[in-house]
């Protein structure tokens, strides 16, 4: 037996890794009482690995006697029931543990024999910003034809990042649907935390406003993070935030300037859903648009599929069919080229006149 994963600041390895079977069981030589006060272990966990990480992770639970199962879109699935724990890898290279055991499959297996970087349980010595308090902004509908723009901040200190990094919070991208409004409801719920969403009051209103007020989605979006977040620091005071970055322009900050708010620290990066916080914004943006896509979908009597592919654009011909060209607007943004497509193909241009979208740029022109 190899023990694996022990690290400075552990009392004792509770856990003893068998190389041969690649299970987890208790060392029963050291019992411990549960801690009822100790932060809750990690049930799931999402890593992009290179494509050899990723098959050699593959070809060591095969060679470990792991059970293969076939997962939809998945290069290979893995279970192990004695270690608890659910490996799915991924043809982009995503990684997904899932399972009482996977913390210890990550500290264990993932950090020593695949990544060599012990990451897991090191956040605050590596990011000691994520755990200030501090306010987090994300949006959800920008890339969809169907539904709304939606615009969310969180304000949340270490204790309540804590206890939703244990639940899963993680970037709204990476979860499922049903579990996405599972953690909003967390998240909304957890005292102290402050949650504001802004959006346009109907489709028609983001239509309007986006034909009048606003040039572009960018515009729009800078407008509703501004106000969520002028809403948030009305409730709490806080010295700065992370925005998930959406363009190269300072948008958002000129939009505080223009609301009057001064001395807050707006920082802005891409990927910034590793930021806990962030990725709670993006958690309660998301379920936000889940609900209002329920909501249209109800009113269209079918499921509103997302994006902006080939199946949104039968819904789309559906609903001129059904209800009218001018009707597209109460469920889709209309600047998209999707519906001047749509409604061109329709031949209802005279009943609802779009702008012809400008060419598409080829690479290399």
């Known amino acids: 037996m190899i023990l694996v994963g022990w690290r400075p600041g552990n009392v004792a390895p509770q856990y003893i890794f068998r ?5 987890f069981v208790t060392n029963r030589n ?14 799931t966990y999402t890593i992009k690995l290179t494509e050899e990480q990723l098959d050699k992770l593959g070809a060591l639970l095969a060679k470990r006697g792991w059970e293969r199962v076939e997962v939809a879109y998945a290069r290979y699935g893995y279970r192990n029931d004695a270690a608890k724990v659910n490996v799915t890898g ?17 500290t264990m297996v993932i950090e020593p024999e695949i990544t060599g970087a ?19 902004l994300d949006e959800s509908g920008k890339g969809d034809f169907f539904g709304p723009l939606i615009a969310a ?18 970037d709204s991208k990476k979860i499922a649907e049903s579990k996405i409004l599972e953690l909003d409801r967390l998240i909304r719920g957890t005292p102290g935390a402050v949650v504001k969403t802004i959006q346009a009051t109907s489709m028609t209103q983001y239509n309007s406003l986006m034909g009048t007020r606003f040039r ?7 407008f509703q993070h501004a106000r969520a977040l002028q809403e948030a620091l009305k409730e709490k005071s806080t010295k700065w935030g992370l925005l998930d970055q959406f363009t190269e322009t300072p948008l958002v900050q000129r939009e505080l300037v223009k609301l009057g708010i001064e001395g807050f620290d707006l920082r802005m990066r891409t990927k910034a859903e590793e930021d806990p916080v962030v990725a709670a914004a993006s958690i309660v ?11 249209l979908s109800k009113k269209f009597g079918a499921k509103l599929q997302k994006g902006a592919g080939p199946l949104v654009k039968v819904q789309a011909r559906e609903i001129i069919d059904r209800f009218g060209a001018r009707a597209l607007g109460e469920f889709a943004k ?13 031949g209802k241009l005279d009943e609802l006149p779009l702008r012809p979208p400008p060419p598409k740029q080829e690479w290399g022109s």
Do not use: C
Request: charge should be negative; glycine fraction near 8%.
């Open 153 to 170: 901040t969180v304000i949340a200190s270490k204790s309540m990042i804590e206890g939703w990094r244990a639940a899963g919070a993680q």
């Open 334 to 346: 209309l600047h998209f080229r999707t519906a001047y497509e749509v409604v061109s193909e329709a």
């Open 30 to 43: 050291m019992p411990k009482k549960a801690d009822p006060d100790a932060p809750k272990k990690l049930a």
């Open 216 to 222: 572009s989605q960018n515009m729009i979006l800078a």
């Open 285 to 295: 943006a998301r379920a936000e648009f889940v609900r209002q896509m329920q909501a």
């Open 90 to 106: 991924y043809e982009s290279r995503k990684l997904v543990v899932a399972g009482k055991g996977t913390e210890e499959f990550v």
């Open 19 to 23: 190389g041969l079977l690649g299970e």
């Open 118 to 136: 012990a990451k897991l349980g090191y956040d605050e010595v590596l990011h000691p910003d994520w755990f200030e308090e501090h306010a987090g």
